[in-house]
Nanobody
Framework: QVQLVESGGGLVQPGGSLRLSCAAS????????MAWYRRAPGKQRELVAV???????NYADSVKGRFTISGDNAKNTVYLQMTNLKPEDTAVYYC???????????????WGQGTQVTVSS
């Protein structure tokens, strides 16, 4: 069973930067969607950023201009570069990779275990 392993979280001061990484423990074929979500204390999980296999990206309004998502399908890895971090960015961040089995159409949905990002002075 392929697992996603996240790294790069931690404690940072407001205005600082962090880079999150998410790597698959094995090969994932036919990836069509890579994304980062987050869940802040007392709030529902929200989509932060997504990148498709065509290279299209989309961001939550709250992070536009500050966060950048990138992916490497060959390495089954997705990154989230976060700059100008704010206290409201504090949350557990989860990566998500979706793929499809070409000959059956069955979709696979992989999730990381989460990495804590805390923005505080």
């Amino acid at each position: 069973q392929v697992q996603l392993v996240e790294s790069g979280g931690g404690l940072v001061q407001p205005g600082g930067s962090l880079r999150l990484s998410c790597a698959a423990s094995g090969s994932i074929a036919n990836i069509y969607y890579m994304a980062w979500y987050r869940r802040a204390p007392g709030k529902q999980r929200e989509l932060v950023a997504v990148i498709t296999n065509g290279g299209s990206t989309n961001y939550a309004d709250s992070v536009k201009g500050r966060f950048t998502i990138s992916g490497d399908n060959a390495k089954n890895t997705v990154y989230l570069q976060m700059t100008n971090l704010k206290p409201e960015d504090t949350a557990v961040y989860y990566c998500n990779i979706k793929s499809v089995v070409s000959y059956t159409g069955v979709r696979n949905d992989y999730w990381g275990q989460g990495t804590q990002v805390t923005v505080s002075s």
